[in-house]
Each structure stands twice: as structure tokens, then as C-alpha cells.
């Protein structure tokens, strides 16, 4: 007979004797004395002891088949943050070891998650969260059924309290259960959160399943009776389940994706499970024979398992009445992982290679760390943390045959950097099934995408920071650039923190600009300012968070008190020291030298340029970005030869003044395109100075040097060119050294 003072977890120990795994009850039955000693005299606002809801956790955290431990910590998991006075980590540690300590000290961590809100403290929720599933996945197992027991709950809470726990139900515990593969505990989340944050729209939605169920309350039976004669004529061991669809599943396709009720094909649901994967292709044939399948409604997801483990046969098919419904068909252990995903196949309780195939599912764990570490501010980390948590994916094979799973919407330079970072960082083209497409397009499900590269490729483009979508490709990129461009890097985050300095009107000397930079980057742990410039250049710095250190250094040591307008002198023309070229550029500091436009660069009017005495051949100027004057700015004996410039706009605007700028034009072969091309440049009056072509796989490349007035001008005919039939991609190109 059961111990009085065990009686409240009866029910749970039930439960692992009906499991028939292997469990160390004595442990367990002390891990519920330790928690009902710490929970003594708590309540739950329902009115019953606090001690229910970590027995309640523990026999969800059962029910997934998680071992002995994950049951202790499940019964200890708030002990530590609601006992403090009684109890601590290291006395968890002694009494039940150091994986049940790492268990109760990762849920405590996990506090309330808002990815609504950008703050800070909210990033590190997640943060923590990340770090603890990283340490032991079995952490956010256990976590999953804290959170679904709380939700079962949530009626006694007030409206306020149910809102927000629905509302961070609903953006991050579902998608991640969903990410883990663990539909069960997915449905059963989405559905209680949404019946507090729209208690209109699922109430509508529950009557329209409750009135169409019932006026085809026999449609389930009756195809369940006609499909189990047809499988037991061909000798096949099954089981059958019918459903109808989920209240959110429903609501989430009327209201997202603005459908009616009656465009929900797949309300009404079969489910088959065999024993064998080749059954499954036969029952697919046998189904198919029975009832006429809907075009475009078929998904093999046992060939190309979706990145959660998921594996099943989807097949939509009309019934003799008319009415529309989804066929599933699975193995036994298809279905097991189907409802428990990672769970039911972690690797502490399977071989190595199943711990590495583990280990690989969950690897976006540690790309997300990664992303956190690299991110630049809280905007960007949440919407990586979007894509890689709540993504639907699409489908991508490689020519190989192979296949990509990337987040919905993800591009081929996406694509590129998923296979390996040499191919991103090498790419200069893609074909789409055969056909060369846009580097930033989007492949749909079932695509063939080749990527073409080239071992003179110059690497990525930093434009591909604002196209690509996935973290991993993001990240990859940022890398390149910090490892391979460390001086234009610091030239580039050098420039924007000059024109910072100007729009805020920050009056300093460069020397006292250079100081506050330094300041500031030794507080941020960096060596000099060369460090807070190249992070800013690659992007491995938020230019916000930076800006408002650096304006509050410059405010509490540089500010100077403002000066009475009527004591400032005019400034006379010959107090200034400068030199106006007959290029439309005027140049501050030495006299008497010719001016040139650098070749490297070919700068244009509208962007940001400076000076390099050249030594016999005067000023060239440069683009402020142009990487032979990050280069040359690397050179301390170069320090003195910069000189600042800037265009003269009167000069700069006239209409008689152009300036050369390269293009390089990526085509489809066409014999009339560079035709076209020609024909679109003359109708905007543009000279071509030169021109060739090559040809690469299929495709040209042809280059160009043109005549324009300005950026905004040259921004304008590349546009026009871009629209141009199969013109796949135009960028501006630069030519050799100083």
C-alpha cells in the first residue's frame, strides 16, 4: 500500500510503471518529499497547493519519456526561486546531482520572454534560454511542460497576467515546441493561448467546426470503414485515427492567409500508420485508387524529412459525397517522433551515431548563440531569432540532388552560404532549374539551384548584409568582411562616425575625435579605436548603441559652451586656405598641384571623397570608402599626404560636367541584348566610353565604362538597365590600385 505521505504523486507513479522504461524511484519519491517540504504552506491562486503544479510538470516530462532526472527536476524545478530562504543550487546539487542541479538552474533562467519588446533585459531572457537548451536540450523539455501546465491553469489569473503568458505562448514556446518537432504539446499551446487573445475569433471558429462536424458526423467513420476493408484485402497491418482540424490551425488559415471556411481542404483528416516505409508508398497507391487526388496537394515528407525530424505522406484527396479531405500515412515510429519530436529520440537515450544526427538537428541552437554574440543590437537578434524559431521552410535540391531546407523567403546567396561558407563567399552567379536568376531571388519548393562561382571572385558584397535573410548567411558574411577587410573596415566605420560628428553638430578637432573614439572603445574592452572602426565597418557593432556613447563622452569632457552669435566674426575667403581645380573639386591645404579622379574609384559628385598627394602627380581623390585609401591610411608615413575635399556642387551640377564610372552587367545570352542596352543608354544620353564582353556558362558578362553627372544620375541609369529584359544583375565596379 501505497505511503501516505506519497499519495499525491499516485497518479505518477502510475504513470512510470505504465511506461515500462527504467527508473530510479527511490530518487524520484525524494525529489517530491524534498519539494513538498520547500512548497510547505504555498498556494496556487486556483486555491491548491502549490506542490500540484510540479507534479502536474512531472508527469508531462513522463508522458515524453525523459529519464529519471528530468522527472526530479520537473518536481524541483521551482524550489530554488520560490524557496530561497530554505533552499539553493548547491544544496540540489548534493542531494540529487549535478545534471538535476543544471536542470533546475536552466528553468529558473527562463523567465518571461517578450519578443514584442526590443529592451535589453527581455534579449537576455533569451538569451538564457538559448545557453541553457545548448547545455541539455532536456532543459526546454522540461520548461515545455512547465509552460503547458501553466497555460491549462491560466483561467485564474487575472485578464491582464492571461494576455501577457498567452501572448509569449504563442510567439516563442509554440514555435519552439513546433522547431522540436513536439506537435502535441504545439497544438495544445497555440490552442489555450488563442482562447485569450481572441476569445471572439476562436469562439467563431470552434462553432464553425462544431456545425460542420456535425452535419457530417458519419463523413470520418464511413471513410475509415471503406479504407480498412481495402488495407485488410492487401494483407497490411495498420491503425487508423481520424481528426478534424485544430481551432488555431483553422483560424491561423482564415485570418493569415484570408481564407474562408469552406477553403480549409484538409478539416477532416486520415491517419494511417504501418509498419514499414515501403508500406507507406503503398497505401499511398491504394488510396489513390479509392478517391481522386487534388493537384498540388501531395507532400512527400518521407524522402525529404521537414529540419524537425518530421516524416509522413500528405495527400488530399475528394470523397465520394464531394467533400475534400487529408490522408496521413506513417511508420509507428514516423508517428511517435511526429508527436514527440526531439524527444523522442534524444541522444542520451541512443547510440553515437543517433547522438550525432541529434546534435546535427539541434545545431541551430548554436548558430542563434553565434547570432546573439555577433549581433549588432537587440533588433537584429530578434529578427534572427524569428526566422530561425518560427519559419516555415521551403525545400531547395542541389544539383547533386541533395536537399537544403531554408527558412521561407530566404535567397540564393541564402542558398549559397548554407551548402559552405567558400561557396557564398566565391559565388557570382545562380541558375534556378537551369536558368540564371537574380542573386537575391527566392527559390520555391522543389527548385534545382546550382550556384556558379569563380576562384577570382572578390568575396561578398556588403549590399548582400540587406538581401540575405537566414543568420547563418548574415553571420558568414560579417566574418568575411572582419577578416578580410580590416582596413577598409576601419575606414568605412571612420567615415560614419565623422559624419555622426557633423549631423549632430559635434564641434571638435580630429584630435579630439580620435580621443573620444579610443574612450569609448576601451570601455567597450577594445584595444584602440582602430578595433570600435573596424567593428563598425563590418557591422559587428550597432552604429546606434555607439552613437550615443560617443555623444556622451563628447558631452561630458568636449562640449563647449556656446558662443553669442554677435561676437563671431565673418569668416573672410582668405582666412580659408583653398585651392578650387577645374574638376569641380575644392581641396583644402596644399597650392599649386593638379587634380585628378582616382581610376580605382572613379568618385562621383554626391559621394563623400578626400585628397592623396600623389608624389609628381598632384591630388588624386578618392572615394572616402575606396579600399586603396583604407590601404593607404594602414602606412603611418601616409598620415600627412590626406587632405580633405569636397565637390563643388555649382561645378559639380552644370550640365557640360561628366564623369567615367565602370559598370559590369550580368545577362542572359540574347542576340539582341546588348542591343537593347545600348538603345536604353543613348535615350538617356549617356556616352559609352568602352566597352567588352565575355561569356560564362551560359550567361555574359558585359563591362562597361559610361559618362554621368552625378551619383544620383549614375543610381539612375543602372536602374534603367536593371529593367531591362534578362538583365540579371548590375553593380558598379572599380578598377585597380592608386
Given at each position: 500500500?501505497?505511503?501516505?505521505?506519497?499519495?499525491?504523486?499516485?497518479?505518477?507513479?502510475?504513470?512510470?510503471?505504465?511506461?515500462?522504461?527504467?527508473?530510479?524511484?527511490?530518487?524520484?519519491?525524494?525529489?517530491?518529499?524534498?519539494?513538498?517540504?520547500?512548497?510547505?504552506?504555498?498556494?496556487?491562486?486556483?486555491?491548491?497547493?502549490?506542490?500540484?503544479?510540479?507534479?502536474?510538470?512531472?508527469?508531462?516530462?513522463?508522458?515524453?519519456?525523459?529519464?529519471?532526472?528530468?522527472?526530479?527536476?520537473?518536481?524541483?524545478?521551482?524550489?530554488?526561486?520560490?524557496?530561497?530562504?530554505?533552499?539553493?543550487?548547491?544544496a540540489i546539487r548534493q542531494l540529487f546531482g549535478n545534471d538535476v542541479a543544471l536542470f533546475v538552474d536552466g528553468v529558473t533562467?527562463?523567465?518571461?520572454?517578450?519578443?514584442?519588446?526590443?529592451?535589453?533585459?527581455?534579449?537576455?531572457?533569451?538569451?538564457?534560454?538559448?545557453?541553457?537548451?545548448?547545455?541539455?536540450?532536456?532543459?526546454?523539455?522540461?520548461?515545455?511542460?512547465?509552460?503547458?501546465?501553466?497555460?491549462?491553469?491560466?483561467?485564474?489569473?487575472?485578464?491582464?497576467?492571461?494576455?501577457?503568458?498567452?501572448?509569449?505562448?504563442?510567439?516563442?514556446?509554440?514555435?519552439?515546441?513546433?522547431?522540436?518537432?513536439?506537435?502535441?504539446?504545439?497544438?495544445?499551446?497555440?490552442?489555450?493561448?488563442?482562447?485569450?487573445?481572441?476569445?471572439?475569433?476562436?469562439?467563431?471558429?470552434?462553432?464553425?467546426?462544431?456545425?460542420?462536424?456535425?452535419?457530417?458526423?458519419?463523413?470520418?467513420?464511413?471513410?475509415?470503414?471503406?479504407?480498412?476493408?481495402?488495407?485488410?484485402?492487401?494483407?497490411?497491418?495498420?491503425?487508423?485515427?481520424?481528426?478534424?482540424?485544430?481551432?488555431?490551425?483553422?483560424?491561423?488559415?482564415?485570418?493569415?492567409?484570408?481564407?474562408?471556411?469552406?477553403?480549409?481542404?484538409?478539416?477532416?483528416?486520415?491517419?494511417?500508420?504501418?509498419?514499414?516505409?515501403?508500406?507507406?508508398?503503398?497505401?499511398?497507391?491504394?488510396?489513390?485508387?479509392?478517391?481522386?487526388?487534388?493537384?498540388?496537394?501531395?507532400?512527400?515528407?518521407?524522402?525529404?524529412?521537414?529540419?524537425?525530424?518530421?516524416?509522413?505522406?500528405?495527400?488530399?484527396?475528394?470523397?465520394?459525397?464531394?467533400?475534400?479531405?487529408?490522408?496521413?500515412?506513417?511508420?509507428?515510429?514516423?508517428?511517435?517522433?511526429?508527436?514527440?519530436?526531439?524527444?523522442?529520440?534524444?541522444?542520451?537515450?541512443?547510440?553515437?551515431?543517433?547522438?550525432?544526427?541529434?546534435?546535427?538537428?539541434?545545431?541551430?541552437?548554436?548558430?542563434?548563440?553565434?547570432?546573439?554574440?555577433?549581433?549588432?543590437?537587440?533588433?537584429?537578434?530578434?529578427?534572427?531569432?524569428?526566422?530561425?524559431?518560427?519559419?516555415?521552410?521551403?525545400?531547395?535540391?542541389?544539383?547533386?540532388?541533395?536537399?537544403?531546407?531554408?527558412?521561407?523567403?530566404?535567397?540564393?546567396?541564402?542558398?549559397?552560404?548554407?551548402?559552405?561558407?567558400?561557396?557564398?563567399?566565391?559565388?557570382?552567379?545562380?541558375?534556378?532549374?537551369?536558368?540564371?536568376?537574380?542573386?537575391?531571388?527566392?527559390?520555391?519548393?522543389?527548385?534545382?539551384?546550382?550556384?556558379?562561382?569563380?576562384?577570382?571572385?572578390?568575396?561578398?558584397?556588403?549590399?548582400?548584409?540587406?538581401?540575405?535573410?537566414?543568420?547563418?548567411?548574415?553571420?558568414?558574411?560579417?566574418?568575411?568582411?572582419?577578416?578580410?577587410?580590416?582596413?577598409?573596415?576601419?575606414?568605412?566605420?571612420?567615415?560614419?562616425?565623422?559624419?555622426?560628428?557633423?549631423?549632430?553638430?559635434?564641434?571638435?578637432?580630429?584630435?579630439?575625435?580620435?580621443?573620444?573614439?579610443?574612450?569609448?572603445?576601451?570601455?567597450?574592452?577594445?584595444?584602440?579605436?582602430?578595433?570600435?572602426?573596424?567593428?563598425?565597418?563590418?557591422?559587428?557593432?550597432?552604429?546606434?548603441?555607439?552613437?550615443?556613447?560617443?555623444?556622451?563622452?563628447?558631452?561630458?569632457?568636449?562640449?563647449?559652451?556656446?558662443?553669442?552669435?554677435?561676437?563671431?566674426?565673418?569668416?573672410?575667403?582668405?582666412?580659408?586656405?583653398?585651392?578650387?581645380?577645374?574638376?569641380?573639386?575644392?581641396?583644402?591645404?596644399?597650392?599649386?598641384?593638379?587634380?585628378?579622379?582616382?581610376?580605382?574609384?572613379?568618385?562621383?559628385?554626391?559621394?563623400?571623397?578626400?585628397?592623396?598627394?600623389?608624389?609628381?602627380?598632384?591630388?588624386?581623390?578618392?572615394?572616402?570608402?575606396?579600399?586603396?585609401?583604407?590601404?593607404?591610411?594602414?602606412?603611418?608615413?601616409?598620415?600627412?599626404?590626406?587632405?580633405?575635399?569636397?565637390?563643388?556642387?555649382?561645378?559639380?551640377?552644370?550640365?557640360?560636367?561628366?564623369?567615367?564610372?565602370?559598370?559590369?552587367?550580368?545577362?542572359?545570352?540574347?542576340?539582341?541584348?546588348?542591343?537593347?542596352?545600348?538603345?536604353?543608354?543613348?535615350?538617356?544620353?549617356?556616352?559609352?566610353?568602352?566597352?567588352?564582353?565575355?561569356?560564362?556558362?551560359?550567361?555574359?558578362?558585359?563591362?562597361?565604362?559610361?559618362?554621368?553627372?552625378?551619383?544620383?544620375?549614375?543610381?539612375?541609369?543602372?536602374?534603367?538597365?536593371?529593367?531591362?529584359?534578362?538583365?540579371?544583375?548590375?553593380?558598379?565596379?572599380?578598377?585597380?590600385?592608386?
Amino acid at each position: 500500500m501505497l505511503a501516505e505521505e506519497l499519495r499525491p504523486i499516485e497518479q505518477l507513479l502510475s504513470a512510470i510503471e505504465s511506461s515500462n522504461k527504467k527508473y530510479d524511484l527511490e530518487k524520484i519519491k525524494k525529489a517530491f518529499l524534498y519539494a513538498d517540504e520547500m512548497h510547505k504552506g504555498q498556494m496556487r491562486q486556483s486555491g491548491e497547493p502549490y506542490i500540484s503544479h510540479p507534479i502536474a510538470v512531472a508527469e508531462s516530462v513522463v508522458s515524453l519519456g525523459l529519464d529519471t532526472d528530468s522527472v526530479c527536476a520537473a518536481l524541483l524545478h521551482d524550489t530554488v526561486e520560490d524557496c530561497p530562504e530554505k533552499t539553493n543550487l548547491d544544496a540540489i546539487r548534493q542531494l540529487f546531482g549535478n545534471d538535476v542541479a543544471l536542470f533546475v538552474d536552466g528553468v529558473t533562467k527562463i523567465k518571461s520572454i517578450n519578443v514584442e519588446d526590443k529592451e535589453e533585459t527581455h534579449i537576455e531572457n533569451i538569451r538564457k534560454m538559448l545557453l541553457a537548451m545548448s547545455k541539455d536540450i532536456r532543459v526546454i523539455f522540461i520548461k515545455l511542460c512547465d509552460r503547458m501546465h501553466n497555460m491549462r491553469t491560466l483561467y485564474v489569473k487575472k485578464d491582464a497576467k492571461r494576455r501577457v503568458t498567452a501572448l509569449e505562448t504563442m510567439h516563442v514556446y509554440a514555435p519552439l515546441a513546433h522547431r522540436l518537432g513536439m506537435q502535441r504539446i504545439k497544438q495544445e499551446l497555440e490552442n489555450t493561448a488563442l482562447k485569450y487573445l481572441d476569445p471572439i475569433g476562436y469562439d467563431e471558429v470552434k462553432g464553425n467546426i462544431d456545425d460542420k462536424y456535425g452535419k457530417n458526423a458519419n463523413f470520418i467513420e464511413n471513410i475509415k470503414n471503406h479504407v480498412s476493408a481495402k488495407l485488410e484485402a492487401a494483407n497490411i497491418n495498420y491503425k487508423l485515427k481520424g481528426r478534424v482540424k485544430t481551432v488555431y490551425s483553422v483560424y491561423r488559415k482564415m485570418y493569415n492567409q484570408n481564407k474562408s471556411f469552406d477553403e480549409i481542404y484538409d478539416f477532416y483528416a486520415l491517419r494511417i500508420i504501418v509498419d514499414t516505409e515501403l508500406e507507406c508508398y503503398t497505401v499511398l497507391g491504394l488510396i489513390h485508387e479509392m478517391y481522386k487526388s487534388v493537384p498540388g496537394r501531395f507532400k512527400d515528407y518521407i524522402s525529404t524529412p521537414k529540419p524537425n525530424m518530421y516524416q509522413s505522406l500528405h495527400t488530399t484527396v475528394i470523397g465520394k459525397d464531394g467533400i475534400p479531405f487529408e490522408v496521413q500515412i506513417r511508420t509507428s515510429e514516423m508517428h511517435h517522433i511526429a508527436e514527440y519530436g526531439i524527444a523522442a529520440h534524444w541522444k542520451y537515450k541512443s547510440g553515437e551515431k543517433a547522438s550525432v544526427d541529434i546534435d546535427r538537428k539541434l545545431d541551430w541552437i548554436s548558430k542563434l548563440i553565434d547570432t546573439e554574440n555577433e549581433a549588432s543590437d537587440p533588433d537584429e537578434f530578434l529578427h534572427a531569432f524569428k526566422i530561425d524559431i518560427f519559419h516555415d521552410e521551403t525545400f531547395v535540391f542541389t544539383p547533386k540532388g541533395d536537399v537544403i531546407a531554408l527558412p521561407l523567403g530566404s535567397t540564393l546567396i541564402d542558398f549559397a552560404y548554407s551548402i559552405h561558407t567558400g561557396v557564398g563567399n566565391k559565388m557570382i552567379g545562380a541558375k534556378i532549374n537551369g536558368r540564371i536568376a537574380p542573386i537575391d531571388s527566392e527559390p520555391k519548393n522543389g527548385d534545382i539551384v546550382e550556384v556558379i562561382t569563380s576562384n577570382s571572385a572578390k568575396g561578398p558584397s556588403r549590399d548582400w548584409l540587406n538581401i540575405v535573410k537566414t543568420s547563418e548567411a548574415r553571420n558568414k558574411i560579417k566574418q568575411w568582411f572582419k577578416k578580410e577587410k580590416r582596413q577598409e573596415n576601419i575606414q568605412v566605420g571612420r567615415n560614419e562616425i565623422e559624419k555622426m560628428f557633423n549631423r549632430k553638430r559635434m564641434n571638435c578637432s580630429d584630435t579630439e575625435r580620435e580621443e573620444i573614439v579610443t574612450a569609448v572603445a576601451k570601455k567597450l574592452g577594445m584595444a584602440d579605436a582602430n578595433d570600435l572602426y573596424n567593428g563598425l565597418g563590418y557591422g559587428g557593432l550597432s552604429y546606434t548603441k555607439i552613437e550615443a556613447k560617443l555623444t556622451d563622452e563628447y558631452d561630458r569632457n568636449y562640449k563647449k559652451e556656446p558662443v553669442k552669435e554677435s561676437v563671431i566674426e565673418p569668416t573672410t575667403n582668405a582666412a580659408v586656405k583653398r585651392r578650387k581645380s577645374n574638376g569641380g573639386v575644392i581641396v583644402d591645404g596644399e597650392e599649386g598641384c593638379a587634380v585628378k579622379f582616382a581610376k580605382c574609384c572613379n568618385p562621383l559628385p554626391g559621394e563623400e571623397i578626400i585628397g592623396f598627394i600623389t608624389k609628381g602627380y598632384g591630388i588624386s581623390i578618392h572615394k572616402a570608402d575606396c579600399p586603396n585609401i583604407s590601404s593607404a591610411y594602414a602606412n603611418e608615413e601616409n598620415v600627412d599626404r590626406f587632405v580633405k575635399a569636397e565637390w563643388d556642387v555649382p561645378v559639380s551640377g552644370h550640365s557640360s560636367s561628366t564623369f567615367e564610372s565602370a559598370i559590369q552587367i550580368f545577362v542572359t545570352n540574347r542576340i539582341s541584348i546588348l542591343a537593347d542596352i545600348s538603345v536604353a543608354l543613348a535615350e538617356m544620353k549617356v556616352d559609352i566610353v568602352s566597352i567588352n564582353t565575355k561569356n560564362v556558362e551560359g550567361a555574359s558578362i558585359i563591362n562597361m565604362v559610361i559618362s554621368c553627372k552625378n551619383i544620383e544620375h549614375f543610381n539612375s541609369i543602372i536602374s534603367r538597365v536593371r529593367n531591362i529584359k534578362d538583365v540579371i544583375r548590375v553593380s558598379r565596379v572599380v578598377g585597380a590600385s592608386v
